[in-house]
Structures are given as C-alpha cells and as structure tokens.
C-alpha cells in the first residue's frame, strides 16, 4: 500500500510538473503571437447537452471534454476508438463484434451474453444499450461530449464510468446547403461523406446524410484463404425531419440504417511458428464479420405555462451480426477427422476449427421528461426513462472444419431480455452570484430474465429450455456544490454514485453476478482567461468501485463456460486537466491524466490465461486503468492573400494498462505514443483541402489483446502503422 501511494504521488507530482511547464510554454507563445498579430478570435462557447438542455461546459460541475465538429474534423477523429486520442482518462478496445469503452479505470473488458457496459453511449438523446453496436455510421457529427465518472442521475444504469453522448446536426429551415467530404488514403482507404439540407417550408425542414467507407487491410493473410482480415466496408445513410406547426412545439424524427462488412479482425497469434511480423498472419478460414440494422426515434418538445416544457422521446433499435473466424489463428491446424468424436483430448491433438457467432438486438426506449425552462435562478428536470430489449445468441463451434462452418459440436442458444424502469430528478439552484447547488436522484429497477435452449455439454438435469430472472433495484445520483469566484471562473464539488446492473451466467449451474456501483468525490476548476482566448479546466477525484464485473471461460465438466463474477472492491483516485487556447492565428489543446488504482481485498477469480481460480491479492491494478494519459495539439493559421494555410501536430499517450486483473504478456497492453501531421488549405470559405499523415514515426504498438474465448483463441490486434492521405470538402 505504501508503495503504491508513493507511485501516484509522484505521478501526480510529475503531471502537475508537466502542465505548469507546458502551460508556461504555451502562455510565453500565445503573448507572442497576440503581440505580434492583435486579434479579436476568443474561444466558442461550448454546450453540453446531457442535462437534456444547453448547458455551457463552464457552468457543468463534471470533468468533460466537449468536441464540436470543427474540433472533430480538424484532428481527423473518423471512428470511436479515436476518441481516447483526444480525451484524457479514456481507453478504448474495438475487437471481434464489439468496443469496449472504459473511463477512470470503470467500464467493461469483455463480452458476455448477458453483460452491459459501464460508460453509457447516446446518439441524438437514444441510449445505445450494449457494446456491439456503437462503433457503426459514425460520421456526420456536431458534437461528441464525453463525461468523466458516474452519470446516475440523467443518463441512469451503465453509466458507472461515464457517459458519450454524440449528437448529429438537426434540419435547418433557413437555406438549402450540404457539403461532400473525400478521403483517399494509402492501404486501399476510400471514405465518401455527404449531407444535403432542404427546407421545405417555413415549419418543415430535412437533412439526409451517408457515409461510404472502404478500407483495406493493414496485414497480410499468407495462408489459403481468400479473406483479407482486417479490411472491409461500412455505410449508412441518416434522415432527420423536424417539424415546428407553432412556436413552442418541436418534432424531430430521426431515421438511420447501417450496414458493416469486413473480413473481421486481423488476429496475430501469440504461439506464431511462421512469422513474427505483427502484420502477417496466416489464416486457412473465410473470416467475416457482417452487422446491420437501423434505429429509428421521435422526439417532441413542448413548451408548458410557467416556463416549463415537456420532452418525449421514443426510439425503435433493430439490428443483427453474423461473423465467422478462425478459431486456431492458423493455416496448419488439423481439424478433429469424421471418425473420431470431438473430445476434449482430441480437439487438443486437432486443434483446428472454425467460430461462428450471430446475434439480435431489438430495443424498444421510451422516456419523458418536464424541465424548466429560462434563465432563472432555478433549473429542474424530472422524468422516466423505460426499456425493454430482446437479444438471442446463438455460439457454434466447428471442430471438423478448418475453412468455413459447416455443423457445431458445441452450441450455444439462448436468448435475452432485459427491463429497466427509472424515474429522476435534479435540481440546480443559485442562491446568489457566488454559490449555486446541484441535486439529483434516481431510482432504478433493472430485470433480466435468461432463457438457454441450448448450451455446450450434458444439460443438467429437467432443466432445458431452462430460463432464469434476476432483479437489480438502486438508487443513484449527485450533490453538488458550485462557487462562481467572478464570471469566468467556477469551482465545484460532487458526490456522485453510478451503478450497472446485475446479470445471470451462461450455465444455470453457475450464480449470478450482483450489481456494479461507482462512488466518486470529485473537486475541479472551470475558467476561462485572456479575455476569452484561453480555457483551463481540471479536477481531482477519489472512487470507491465495487462489484466490478469481469468475464473469463470457466472449466465446467468437460468443456469451458463463459462466467461474469464480481472482482473484490477497489479504489481508484487521479486528476485531469484540459487546456484550449486560440490566440490568433495561434490554435492549441492540451490534455492530462493521472490515475492510481488498486483492489482493496484478496479475491479468487478466474484467470483467463490458466482458465483456473487464482489470488488477485490485495493491491493489484485494475484492468484498463493506464496510470497516464497525455494529448497535445498546436497548430498555426497562415493568411496568404484570400487563403488560409494551417499546419497542425497533435501527439498521443496512452499507458500501460492490462486487460485482465492478472499481468501476462498475453494481457499486458503497453504504452503507446502517436503523433500525427496534418496541413489544411482553404483557398475560398467553401473549400478546405487537406494533406495527412498518422502515425508518422510508424510506431509498432498492441492496441488490444484477446483472451480466448469458447469459439476462438485470443491473440493480438496491433495499431494502424504509418498512413498517408488527402482529404477535400466542398460546402455548398
């Protein structure tokens, strides 16, 4: 323990260290340039949109880091992994069908039928309820606002870690506009995004929207097979109408479909007898991984006497994914021959096979909400929020086939459903110009119900289709006290609790897995300075996390059995600052975290690795807590006659972090340090060309690590080496 405290003390020294040197550097630079070339250019006012109303980001009393669609487009952020580039305290993990989101350490590290995420994820105010199906359409974007630590009063159950919430543009009455957006880049990547604007009438408006993203793959398949993993193609296309009959009453319907096929992921064996090169493989299967589906939502907003108004959204989410892979990472394995049974002792002499997988979701949202409306010394929401989702899974394991899924000899067929009922409030009131309070509450039921057709081995007895439910009832939500030193400097504490619910295991002889809770104290600064050019915000915080819930196989009889157990509690404390600056023609970002986390108990859990109960002792790290984030960008915009030239750098560092709470070279992370390069030229206000390059310095590096799973063994998927591109977009 005294070791351990040590360890963040000088990390959060060499942070603090770090940001007074860097800040210095950047102030020293921007009094230059203002000396130099006088501007008026401060700093836009940035909005938050989670409280179910515009809120400025100086007034929220949470850690955030907001993106608005000039910050998106001028740091290249194409697809959700990016965002732990951009945003301190964030690791992100996109492999197989699903991207594992993870904030201060809280969140999710693998898959399970029945598990939920602990960093809630919104597109336009929809909750998108599970971990495979928010990495698609992304694109088109007006803001990416990403909230650090529990969300338990408005954004409710998974939001443990936090929350995104993505918003697209609505539909303007006042012109007829649109724009196209081309990127041709190296490693066969072509990406085509387009919007157009129509104002029907005064009161009717429409905005349609597409993407068309063809990448190819990074690594090379030497073995017979025809797939190239790691390639494939994603489109979607996005309808918004809204309609205002009279002032005071707003309907937006929003449409999108989307549709992913790729060669799935480009899995690099760890045993590898062939080539070490981490971008060759050697697969004998025709790997795939295919997803589609749509979501649609209606939202209606009311204005109420008494400047009250009333929301209602209800949103309608169908979608389904099929992927195939090679169970054996090999060309070379045999399959178990048509005469022998596929036993445990010969599936070990034969290891080859082939993993099939296909998965439903279809999601029905509803919530409804009363908020005042104004600028009143008193803001309030209350509301409820209702779920209820349907997912079958079926899991089929080949081990007389090495190229393509022909019969299972181990089959997984459930399906799940899942009802969460809420009802919340929150206050915000401001006694005077210093000192304001915040309070929220939310109450929680949670049902699951798990019904297995079938599962791999002997059922136990009188038992299938055997069907188990299971209930999670918890209050969450925030105190807050903020203090406003002038007008652009506030200050605040919290006390904020988050919570996920709990679930039921595969095999019914297996318990279930009890809820996951996140207590956070959090103090943090907003400010803003030199005349609006300059934007210093930070916090420090201290988390009491337990009941973490973790996934690994389990041996059961005579096969392995997908298990969620809770891990001991833990305690996980840092800091982050955020710094923004526009100083003319100067432009600069810098973000910071530091994070020590630690289980506080023995626990025996599962190792992924061994597939054995072991010691986590007391201590050991959290999965997915990287002790240090970094990011910095600057950038520099040039007149030259009627155009603009701005050359941007933009640097980030990710720590090691583990993928389990057990450290292998199979479940060790490590660092990283990207750096990336971009030119933009404007030559007219409706053109910007722009010329790019990631990863300049070609950084070999691990960006996830696999842990076997009952259809395939894990592996490893490396980062995207050094990519070369250009990219133009016409507005009109």
């Known amino acids: 323990m005294v070791g351990k405290s040590k360890t963040a003390h000088t990390l959060l020294r060499r942070s603090t260290t770090l940001t007074v040197v860097v800040a210095a550097v950047l102030s020293n630079a921007a009094q230059a340039q203002q000396a130099a070339t006088p501007s008026t250019s401060v700093l836009e006012e940035v909005l938050v949109t989670a409280e179910r109303r515009e809120v400025s980001l100086q007034d929220t009393p949470a850690s955030a880091t907001v993106l608005t669609a000039d910050a998106i487009a001028a740091q290249g952020i194409d697809n959700v992994s990016e965002i732990q580039q951009v945003a301190p305290s964030v690791a992100i993990n996109t492999y197989n069908r699903s991207t594992f989101i993870n904030i201060r350490g809280v969140g999710i590290s693998q898959s399970a039928p029945t598990s ?85 009438t005064d009161t009717l408006a429409v905005r349609v929207s597409g993407v068309y993203d063809d990448r190819g793959g990074f690594t090379d398949n030497i073995g017979p097979s025809s797939a190239e993993p790691g390639s494939g193609t994603d489109q979607a296309v996005r309808a918004a109408v809204r309609y205002q009959p009279v002032e005071g009453a707003t309907f937006d319907l929003r449409y999108e479909y989307f549709k992913r096929e790729t060669d799935n992921n480009a899995v690099k064996n760890r045993a590898d007898l062939v080539t070490r090169d981490p971008f060759t493989i050697e697969e004998d299967a025709l790997s795939f991984l295919d997803q589609d589906g749509y979501r649609a939502s209606l939202e209606g907003r009311f204005d109420l006497p008494a400047d009250t108004q009333l929301r209602v959204l209800t949103s309608y989410f169908d979608a389904e994914t099929t992927d195939q892979a090679d169970g054996d990472r090999t060309a070379t394995a045999p399959a178990v021959p048509a005469n022998l049974p596929t036993s445990g002792a010969n599936t070990t ?70 009802e969460s009922i809420s009802a919340f409030g929150q206050v915000d009131y401001r006694f005077n110009d210093r000192w304001a ?28 289709p055997c069907t188990t439910d299971v209930e999670s009832d918890e209050t969450t939500g925030r105190v807050g006290v903020k203090y406003f030193a002038n007008d652009d400097v506030m200050m605040y504490g919290t006390v904020s609790r988050g919570y ?7 095999d019914p002889r297996l318990p279930n897995y009890d ?28 988390s009491e996390y337990d009941g973490i819930q973790l996934s690994a196989l389990v041996p059961l009889g005579t096969t392995f059995i997908p298990n969620t157990l809770n891990a001991a509690p833990a305690e996980i404390y840092g800091a982050e600052l955020e710094l923004t600056g526009q100083f003319g023609g100067l432009g600069f970002n810098l973000g910071l975290s530091a994070l020590q986390s630690e289980f506080t ?31 910095a960008g600057i950038q520099y ?45 404007v030559p007219m206000d409706n053109l910007r060309l722009e010329a790019f390059a990631t990863n300049v310095f070609d950084k070999e590096y691990i960006s996830a690590q696999l842990q076997d799973a009952s259809s395939a063994r894990g592996g490893m998927l490396y980062g995207a080496p050094r990519q070369y591109g250009v990219r133009a977009k016409f507005d009109f």
């Open 116 to 200: 939920n995420p602990g960093v809630a994820y919104y597109i336009d105010g929809v909750f998108i309820p599970h971990e495979q199906f928010i990495a698609q359409s992304f694109f088109d974007f007006e803001s990416i606002e990403v909230l650090r630590g529990p969300q338990g009063t408005l954004t409710g159950q998974n939001s443990t870690g936090g929350a995104i919430y993505v918003r697209t543009p609505t539909p303007d009455f006042d012109e007829f506009s649109g724009y196209i957006d081309q990127t041709i880049g190296d490693y066969d990547w072509y990406r085509t995004v387009a919007a157009l604007n129509i104002p029907v």
């Open 601 to 631: 108990e023995d626990a025996m859990l599962t190792d992924s690795q061994t597939n054995t109960n072991r010691l986590v002792p007391e201590g050991s790290i959290v999965p997915f807590a990287p002790e240090m984030t970094a990011n």
């Open 349 to 418: 002499i034969y290891p080859g096979r082939i993993g099939f997988t296909h998965q439903e979701l279809e999601t029905f949202v509803t919530e409804v909400n009363f908020l005042s409306r104004g600028e009143g010394a008193l803001q309030w929401v209350v509301g409820g929020f209702y779920m209820d989702e349907t997912s079958p899974v079926q899991v089929y394991r080949d081990n007389r086939s090495t190229v393509t899924y022909t019969q299972s000899n181990s089959t997984i067929d459930t399906e799940l459903t899942n």
């Open 500 to 506: 996920k619910a709990g679930g039921i295991n595969l």
């Open 437 to 464: 309070v915040d309070v929220g509450l939310r109450q929680s039921k949670d049902k699951q119900e798990y019904t297995r057709f079938v599962i791999p081995g002997p059922p136990p007895p009188g038992c299938f």
């Open 637 to 681: 915009e040039f007149l030259i006659g009627n155009m603009t030239l701005t050359p941007r750098v933009q640097v980030s560092y990710l720590d090691e972090q583990l993928a389990t709470p057990f450290r292998y070279q199979a479940t060790t992370v490590p660092s990283r340090t990207i750096t990336d390069l971009r030119v933009t030229l």
């Open 515 to 542: 809820p996951e809770t996140n207590e956070v104290a959090e103090l943090g600064i907003k400010s803003t300075v030199a005349d609006g050019r300059l934007r210093i915000n930070g916090a420090v915080f201290y």
